[in-house]
């Protein structure tokens, strides 16, 4: 009924909005179906908690595998916890609008503004991209190479338990012991895992399909041994594609939601609207900034499958491990130099305050 | 004792370290679990316990156990001619439409029956024959195919490898309709699968499940009608196998439509969404019914981030520009140049953060609750022009993939324990400054700070009282 209403009202370039909407709920996680859009427009009360849902998928960090993104989860929290957690998350990336913090905790209401939150989600950054690269599914090995990666997939803190009183330095002291002894646990069991990996790498050449890889990766020499996951990991695959191609319909046809979600807001936009217009060039540039700005080893940012290929062997896109080992080693140089000289400014610090106590051989631990 | 604040906090941070330490570690093992899985079937004489050998850095150079001796090769011969012996019997059984005709195995002479021959097995690959040989992975042994047409379909056991047998270690012998599909298939459709296992012998083989609506694919038969796969004749230390039909599809569907992601960052009609979509932001900002520059939590600590390296990088290139001996007036004046730019941008930078604390200060933005989750929604920032999918990174042998890795942990180290340090710099040395000298925990908290702060924990100080000599 709704659609019918816009097309007349708005031409032929409306029918494609059901569309447009209809792709970017197929792209979203729990995307709800066009006619909440219409609805929530209208600021129906009905619209209002699977726009809720909506942002809290959105916005909530992955669990800890990142695989198992199932929009039933059984372990989501009730409205009223998601609606919280909605707000202080927009509240955090800066949603300029109070309108938003001023909605009722139990979900009934406020859908309008909910699509607003959306759609400025949506304007600010990439979005659906990034939505769809965290839950991407994995065929290859990949090594995480940034910090980014052990951080998003961390999920939220457990609650801990925490020590109330007093506590011996000496406690400190083993709890350092302890995080020494684990990083090097964690560097032989890392460096295993690049042994067997190699072996599987080597094993499997000339087995992939695809030239450029040359190997399989252990989750598809896996599906050889386990094809019950292998028709999983099939399913998930297509579900992504179908999701893909939704992404795909929905930029070819987002100018329509724009324009929509441009118009019909009411009177306080209109004064807004001609103010806008100038400050559209200005901004332009500030967000093509804030995009250039990135960090200089941006290539060492994001996923990457580990592909095995002789030294020898001609170029091809692709990073080469030997130009990243470069890179990191310069880091790992820097590093050292600021802990050295942290290192240093703390010795230089206790020499001052030992001072306070003469009389004293400090006699130090030999190698330093 | 510290303090009960000071001991809070920094209990807190060190268990915040392990437990991002314990959270890697889980997730290596996960990777490490399935791994071992695969290379068990493959390499049956890695030892059944599970912290599987030390990493083998140098895998071109073949464990020693590996060496075929001269009665290995005799056997692999005997294998081998058995295998061949094999496609002649299979071919004729096809010819002839006999499908139950068994392919009997003689404990003695290493002969295999095999219906498709897979086995990957280092005696073809040595004994170089032709058409039945399979090119196996090193290490890999010799496996039996049961014979089509057994009638209990029980797996034929080959009696000879009791040298090469690594003990009694029991396989599973996996579920046991593959041993039904095993003797029914036969048919001209591709093979369904045939288990390479050997019961009693402990020797698992590579394990090809049947699963005809999983478009079934293993492989390599030499000469089988059935087989989809080619044989390889050029690696003599991988197998060949072919990934399942419908995978492959989608895997290449899914690759073609990300790489259309960056294509479609450039387009009029994206032009246009991009307009639309600034001029929709601008509106949000001013009907917002906040006052304040609109700067989110999220964007001053990504601004902050970066100046932090911009500091770093700044500091480490004036150290380089002011230790460097400029032999000529030229290089003096190229080091003057040098310094003033990295003065300039500086000074732009310490501009920066006075501007971004006046913003905090004055909107009182409040940090995300749960502390770690900004980063969960926003990954990766700098990544925004790249393609996004998913990209290579080529490395050539194992010791390269070792060091990357391990460099990559020596890295997030050491960014962890920079952090560390600041945090116990900051609640130490106030408690070091404000105990009484002259008190008994004095030195011990000395010695304890010491170890903590100037040798990370890993060497202690001693502290002599100096007498002096009556």
Known sequence: MGRRRLRGHRGDAVGALPEAIAALSQTLPAGPSPEIFRRAKFDRPEAAPALWQLLFRVLSPLPADGASASPASPTSPALEAQVHLVKSALRSQGYPRRALAQLPEDGSQGSRELLLALAWLLARGPLLEQLLAQTRVRLGDEIPLCECEALASAGPLPPRQEADGPVDIRHLQWLMGKLRFQWRNLITSQQEQCALLGKIHSYTRGCHSDRSLGHLSVAETELFRDPEGGRQLLQRLESENARLEAALVWWRQELVFWKWMAGGWGPEWTAVQRASQEAVGRELATLQRAWEQGEALAQTHGPRRLVKRDAGASGGPGLRAAELIGVLRSRETCLEAVLGRLQTRCWQELTRLAGARPGLLWILPPGR | MLPADCSRRLVAELRDALDACAERQRQLERSLRVSR??????????????????????????????????????????????????????????????????????????????????????????????????????????????????????????????????????????????????????????????????????????????????????????????????????????????????????????????????????????????????????????????????????????????????????????????????????????????????????????????????????????????????????????????????????????????????????????????????????????????????????????????????????????????????
């Open chain 2, 37 to 470: 899985r695969l290379l068990r079937t493959w390499e049956p004489e890695t030892p059944a316990a599970e912290p599987a050998p030390g990493p083998e850095t140098n895998e071109e150079v073949p464990p020693p156990a590996c060496t075929p001796s001269r009665q290995e090769l005799k056997e692999l011969e005997l294998l081998t001619q058995a295998l061949e012996k094999a496609v002649r019997v299979r071919k004729s059984m096809s010819k002839a439409g006999e499908r139950h005709k068994a392919l009997s195995l003689k404990s003695g002479d290493a002969a295999t029956s095999a219906s498709t021959a897979s086995a990957p097995s280092r005696a073809s690959s040595q004994a170089g024959s032709q058409a039945s040989e399979t090119k196996p992975p090193r290490g890999a042994h010799q496996t039996t195919v049961p014979a089509r047409g057994l009638p209990e379909g029980r797996l034929p056991s080959v009696g000879d490898r009791t040298r090469m047998a690594r003990g009694a270690r029991a396989t599973k012998p996996g579920p046991g309709l593959r041993d039904q599909q095993i003797t029914a298939s036969a048919a001209p459709q591709a093979p369904e699968a045939f288990t390479l296992k050997e019961k009693g012998q402990g020797r698992p083989g590579l394990c090809w499940l049947p699963q005809t609506s999983w478009k079934p694919y293993c492989l390599f038969a030499a000469g089988s009608p059935q087989s989809e796969a080619t044989l390889s004749t050029g690696f003599p230390d991988s197998i060949l196998l072919k990934l399942p039909m419908a995978y492959r599809k989608a895997a290449s569907q899914n690759s073609r439509l990300w790489a259309q992601f960056s294509s479609t960052q450039t387009s009029d009609s994206r032009d246009a969404a991009t307009t639309a979509k600034t001029q929709f932001l601008q509106k949000m900002k001013m009907t917002s019914g906040w006052p304040g520059s609109g700067l989110s939590a999220a964007e001053v600590e990504a601004e902050v981030g970066l100046l932090r390296k911009a500091c770093s990088l700044l500091r480490w290139r004036m150290e380089e520009e002011l230790s460097a001996d400029p032999a000529d007036w030229m290089q003096e004046y190229h080091c003057l140049l040098t310094l003033e730019g990295l003065q300039a941008i500086t000074g732009r930078c310490l501009h920066r953060v006075q501007e971004l604390r006046a913003a905090v200060a004055g909107q009182q933005l409040k940090p995300w609750p749960e502390g770690r989750c900004p980063r969960a929604s926003m990954p990766c920032e700098g990544r925004t022009d790249s393609s996004w999918s998913p990209q290579l990174l080529l490395y050539s042998s194992t010791k390269e993939l070792q060091t990357l890795a391990a460099l990559r942990l020596r890295v997030a180290m050491l960014e962890q324990q920079i952090h560390l340090e600041k945090v116990l710099m900051a609640e130490l040395f106030p408690l070091v400054s404000t105990r009484d000298p002259q008190g008994p925990s004095w030195l011990v908290l000395c010695r304890a700070v010491h170890s903590l702060l100037c040798e990370g924990g890993e060497r202690f100080l001693t502290i002599l009282r100096d007498e002096p000599a009556d």
